[in-house]
């Protein structure tokens, strides 16, 4: 091999010539998983490690760790469906990347059969024995990190379920067949990669938990090093069962029984039971799509409608900065030019106050003015983007849409975290753009076993810790997106379709992790490849940026001085933080599809 070539370029040979096998689909839809060298290194946990995008004809899969998208790769090589290829890599995603999603959490996944758009909830839900004040003490909001670490944070998964339920509708290959990877992988182990290391030594609340510590830590308390073989038993045994038996297995006897006991532990223990988990069921919603026009094309994208809040809050910071009057060229020396930043941020000050004053559970709360899509009408967004002067506004006002008011309080600011995103193009043109998991690195930090004699296992949630902590503000008024039974929490999760309005044909698939952020990761991607005609990975690359309703949000190290200085200027308050994005994307090409992953992390993407 090579050894001077970029170590992404190294990883796509590797994994290429560790699945090549037929490129046509064989003749009885059979998935012969082959276990990639264990050689195979992701790229490292930090910094930016330049990618080239990848380019192939007929079908692609982008995940966020090379053996997830190898499994998914080899399922569309044995004909199975883009679907078929999301569960592949979720299951081995829950393996290789445990701080980000798993079995025990949840995902929202759209899917495009070729006709239309259908959008697959499977967020958590509390259990029914929550209460609104159970991140209270003494009438304060407990401090976050008290939250994600009691039992009261884990809320009922439900990726699993969602997953089983969508490839009723859009599977190929046999259930069984689409977890033969993880359970090989989780039975013969897989190399510790540098970013699952970087955070597990680095996590002060993982190695509290005794099932997590002997599993992830040496016998020095010290993470397992880079390059150490983990195996994990229980998972293979978990996903076994699964296989078998599907979402029951999971819902239903020991593997419930065993999240239960360890929800029920303290601190604060949680109250979820096993009829919550036999009970759970995924949501199937109309996908919410707005109409777009950039560079004098018109597009429609779509996007997961509430509980999320990531499409709508997308739709409208695009919607905002298409009313309002450039000053000059928006990208100069491949950045975003401070004029940009400067409109960017404040409209995203206003997306955020609508998303603090409406979004929640649909089922619990009404969308103003009876539809969601009155936040994303031109003639509201059009009087919104009015309020972007020249200067920063020091606290941006929730609108009445469609002339609605309401009784609620808005949010206050809250932390989020987490999650991990797959795009997959299958050889027929269906698609998929799934945004999956646990919520803060690691979750709750409890780790789920059926049998203490074998080591490992899988991560519970803190989703309840995406419901605001304080279930009103300071006058009674109730907040939205408070804690209430069997309810899902507000989420930022932002998976994407992008068609040609005119044709219909899909165009991009596409999202990425980060919490709240995820809202500007995902728009930035948009911005990048409709507005300034760069290709998924040029746009991926882009330096990161934001607002979550305060200050402006740069990514550190990656703005000059006159940037900082002119939005200063303007009256920004600036803050340089690590914006370490996840983006993985899908878009058409004329000769077909060409996909992008994110520099900051290990994904990569794999196709024919």
């Known amino acids: 091999m090579n050894t001077h070539l970029p170590l992404s370029l190294m990883v796509l040979a590797l994994l290429s010539a560790c699945s090549s ?8 839809n059979t998935l012969r998983y082959s276990v990639p060298d264990l050689a195979i290194q992701p790229e490292a946990a930090s910094g930016n490690n330049a990618k080239p995008g990848w380019a192939y004809s007929r079908q692609a899969v982008a995940a966020a760790n090379p053996l997830a998208t190898d499994a998914g790769h080899q399922v569309l090589r044995a004909g199975g469906s883009a679907l078929d290829a999301a569960i592949a890599v979720q299951m081995v995603l829950g393996l290789v990347e445990p701080q980000s999603s798993g079995i025990g959490g949840g995902a929202f996944l759209l899917h495009f059969d070729g006709q239309k758009v259908t959008a697959h909830d499977g967020r958590e839900t509390a259990p029914a024995g929550a209460r609104g004040d159970m991140f209270m003490d003494q ?9 994600v670490l009691s039992g009261h944070s884990v809320g009922v998964p439900g990726v699993v379920r969602m997953l089983e339920v969508a490839h009723r509708q859009h599977g190929r290959l046999p259930w069984t067949q689409l977890l033969t990877p993880a359970i090989t992988l989780a039975e013969q182990g897989f190399r510790v990669s540098p970013r699952l290391h970087a955070l597990l030594q680095a996590d002060p609340h993982l190695k509290k938990d005794p099932l997590a510590l ?33 979402s029951r297995a999971l819902h239903e006897g020991p593997v419930a029984q065993a999240m239960v006991a360890r929800t029920a532990q303290a601190p604060r223990p949680g109250t979820l039971s096993l009829q919550d988990l036999a009970h759970y069921q995924p949501r199937m919603r109309e996908a919410l799509c707005f109409d777009h026009t950039a560079a004098s094309r018109e597009y429609r994208i779509c996007g997961f409608p509430a509980p ?25 020396s491949g950045r975003p030019t401070p004029d940009y930043l400067h409109r960017y941020t404040e409209a995203s000050r206003l997306a955020f106050a609508d998303r603090a004053q409406f979004v929640a559970d649909p089922e619990f709360v009404s969308a103003p003015a009876g539809n969601w899509r009155s936040l994303l009408a031109p003639d509201y967004l059009q009087k919104r983007s009015q309020l972007i002067g020249t200067q920063a506004m020091k606290a941006a006002p929730a609108g009445q849409p469609g002339g609605h008011t309401t009784s609620f309080a808005p949010m206050p600011t809250q932390t989020e975290y987490g999650t991990s995103h797959i795009s997959v193009v299958d050889a027929q043109g269906h698609a998929v753009a799934m945004t999956t998991t ?67 044909q899909l165009l991009m698939s596409g999202g990425s992790p980060g919490g709240a952020l995820i809202i500007h990761y995902t ?58 994005s996840g983006l993985q994307a899908i878009e058409r090409t004329p000769r077909g599809w060409f996909g992008g992953a994110d520099p900051r992390r290990e994904g990569v993407v794999l196709g024919d």
């Not at 040496?218 to 045994?237: C, D, F, I, S, T």
Request: net charge neutral; proline share 8%; charged share 20%.
């Open 21 to 28: 096998g037929p490129t046509t689909q064989p003749p009885d």
């Open 139 to 147: 009438g304060k909001p407990l401090p976050f990190a008290d939250a």
């Open 438 to 504: 646990i919520e803060a690195a690691f979750g709750s930090r409890r780790m789920v076993t059926t049998d203490p004699t074998r080591t490992g296992g899988f991560l519970l949630n803190n989703e309840l810790t995406d419901f605001s902590l304080a279930p009103a503000d300071a006058q009674g008024r109730p907040i939205a997106n408070r804690v209430e039974p069997g309810k899902r929490p507000r989420s930022s999760m932002s998976p994407t379709l992008v068609f040609d309005k005119a044709t219909g």
């Open 523 to 580: 728009a930035k991607l948009l911005t990048g490849t409709l507005h300034w005609g760069l290709n998924a990975q040029q746009a991926i690359d882009l330096p990161n940026f934001g607002s979550l309703g305060g200050p402006t949000l740069l990514e550190a190290k990656r703005f000059d001085t006159s940037t900082l200085d002119a939005l200063k200027a303007r009256g920004h308050e600036v803050r340089e933080i690590d914006m370490t």
């Open 214 to 246: 002997r599993f992830f830590y040496n016998a020095q308390g010290q993470a397992w090093p880079v390059g150490h073989v983990l195996r994990n038993p229980e998972y293979a045994h978990v996903l076994r069962r699964i296989a078998a038996e599907g």
């Open 308 to 332: 999320s809040s990531g499409q709508i809050a997308i739709g409208q910071i695009l919607g905002m900065l298409g009313q309002t009057q450039a000053q000059g060229p928006e990208m100069a």
